[in-house]
């Protein structure tokens, strides 16, 4: 008989592996973990071994860094975004212009735009969408807020700059009826064609977004 063949049933070895229990302190912390977008069990297992293992310190500027934003950071009062003040620093920017209102869905949105370094206006954030099926109503978004905001005078045009999915289409479709009845005019940012994109790879609902919002040359 073969040597190998007095070992014990690999499958039982296997079995008593995959049983292999870590400890509870490191079972949470890959859970928590998994609160993160994108971030699945391999990956909060591997990044709680790397933090205990390998880089203790960075561990501890993590949870000290995270509890200082908890404790301090919270929202504006007059466009929602995340601040450490009342009111945050872009909607008490006076060189900014207030008649100008662009509504978007997160603060991350807020600084893509701010990024392109061409947007002089003020922000409304509404920390998600309108989504019936996960029972998010206009209340949830700040849309009672958004009214309050309309009725006061110095708005006068509201850019609709929701993403281009279902829930962002519907709630920028609500946020117009908002703005029209107080007599706000409404404008959607357009959506189509990347720079530097090829027609051809492009998919089609995109292409025929980009044909419907086409805009007229400047005369030469
Ligand atoms: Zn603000």
Redesign the pocket.
């Known amino acids: 008989m073969p040597e190998w063949a007095c070992l014990p049933d690999l499958k039982c070895l296997f079995n008593g592996l995959i049983e292999l229990k870590l400890s509870p302190s490191i079972e949470s912390l890959i859970d928590a973990l998994r609160c993160l977008p994108g971030v699945g069990p391999k990956s909060a297992q591997r990044m709680t071994l790397h933090l205990l293992e390998r880089d203790r310190e960075g561990a501890l500027a993590i949870a000290e860094a995270l509890q200082l934003a908890l404790d301090k950071v919270g929202r504006?009062q007059?466009?929602r975004?995340f601040?450490e003040l009342s009111?945050?620093e872009?909607?008490s920017d006076t060189r900014r212009d207030p008649s100008l209102l662009c509504v978007v869905e997160t603060p991350g949105d807020v600084l893509a735009i701010e990024q392109t370094a061409s947007y002089r206006g003020l922000y409304f954030v509404l920390m998600g969408h309108l989504s019936p099926i996960d029972g998010i109503g206009p209340e949830d978004i700040g849309l009672d807020l958004l009214d309050k905001r309309f009725a006061q005078a110095g708005v006068a045009e509201v850019i609709l700059a929701t993403n281009p999915t279902v829930e962002g289409e519907a709630t920028a479709w609500y946020v117009a009826q908002q703005a029209k009845q107080a007599g706000v005019t409404v404008t959607r940012i357009a959506h189509g064609v990347p720079l530097g994109g090829e027609l051809e790879y492009i998919d089609a609902s995109t292409l025929a977004h980009a044909l419907s919002g086409r805009t007229r040359l400047p005369e030469a």
């Open positions: 504006c007059q466009c975004n601040t009111i945050c872009v909607c």
